[in-house]
């Protein structure tokens, strides 16, 4: 799926925008996205989903909340190196029941500036993690 070029610039949120698509395998997130700030439930329920990776330019990010729930197919994931200018998120549940994915990169910024309750059940039922990439920003 590729979002309209008109759309891009004037996004804030993608809550739920492509929750239950259940062919979906793969979405092409442009640069040009710098304003979306929530992606809440964007994914929720894509069980073909393979992989996302989000733009270096979507540092507006903060919260995450079931993005990838139950994307059981999903494999990797690339967050952008820094969002929301290293202020608190939310990661709550985002990436619970993706049974399969084996790499994820978190940005430094989502690590030390939330709360346990920000990240309650971010891994669960993520049996297959092998490598979690943790992004060191200087």
């Known amino acids: ?23 979906l395998q793969s979405v092409n997130l442009p640069t040009a996205m710098t304003g979306v700030t929530t992606c809440s439930s964007t994914f929720n329920d894509c069980r073909s989903l393979t992989g996302a990776t989000f733009p270096a330019s979507m540092t507006s990010l ?19 190196t820094t ?7 939310c990661f709550s549940s985002t990436f619970n029941g ?4 084996k790499s994820i990169t978190l940005p430094t910024t989502i690590t030390s500036n ?25």
Request: proline share 5%.
């Open 114 to 138: 939330t709360t346990p309750t920000t990240m309650q059940t971010t891994f669960q039922n993520c049996y297959s993690v092998k490598i979690l990439h943790y992004q060191q920003v200087y």
């Open 62 to 80: 903060t919260l995450f909340p079931n993005a990838f729930l139950n994307c059981s197919s999903l494999q990797s994931v690339t967050l952008p």
């Open 83 to 89: 969002i929301n200018g290293g202020g608190a998120t």
């Open 98 to 101: 993706c049974e399969n994915i």
């Open 1 to 23: 799926a590729t979002l309209p070029q008109s759309s891009q610039n004037s996004l804030t949120t993608l809550a739920s925008t492509f929750s239950n698509c259940l062919s």
